[in-house]
């Protein structure tokens, strides 16, 4: 079992750039796989990166590729999410969750899920 606490969302303009933080808790974040996840207003939840638990594997969907970077610290059991070059349609809520299969051009298996952090792109 994992708790998960996501943080580090806020109100940016287009352009900029923030670090989301998802810090783990119960067990260490480095048996699973972790992955970020975004649900904007009106839209269905959508993977937009994702970590293995072992091999260093990536996902990013295509939309994110080139402006964001998934990274762990397993020292301070987080996973981050930097994000670089933010774009009015990044807006969304951003959740972390584990998964369990992280492939090049898959996501998935979510069991444990954070509460959520806001991301607001505008100018």
């Known amino acids: 079992q994992v708790q998960l606490k996501e943080s580090g969302g806020g109100l940016v303009q287009p352009g900029g750039s923030l670090r989301l933080s998802c810090a783990g808790s119960g067990r260490t974040l480095d048996y699973y796989g972790i992955g970020w996840f975004r649900q904007a207003p009106g839209k269905e939840r959508e993977a937009v990166s994702c970590?293995?638990?072992?091999?260093?594997?990536?996902y990013y969907r295509d939309s994110v590729k080139g402006r964001f970077t998934i990274s762990r610290d397993n020292a301070r059991n987080t996973v981050y999410l930097q994000m670089d070059s933010l774009k009015p349609e990044d807006t969304a809520v951003y959740y972390c969750?584990?998964?369990?299969?992280?492939?090049?051009?898959?996501?998935?298996?979510?069991?444990?899920w954070g509460k959520g952090t806001l991301v607001t792109v505008s100018s």
């Open positions: 969750a584990t998964v369990r299969v992280v492939l090049d051009l898959t996501c998935g298996g979510m069991d444990y």
């Open positions: 970590i293995s638990d072992s091999d260093g594997t990536t």
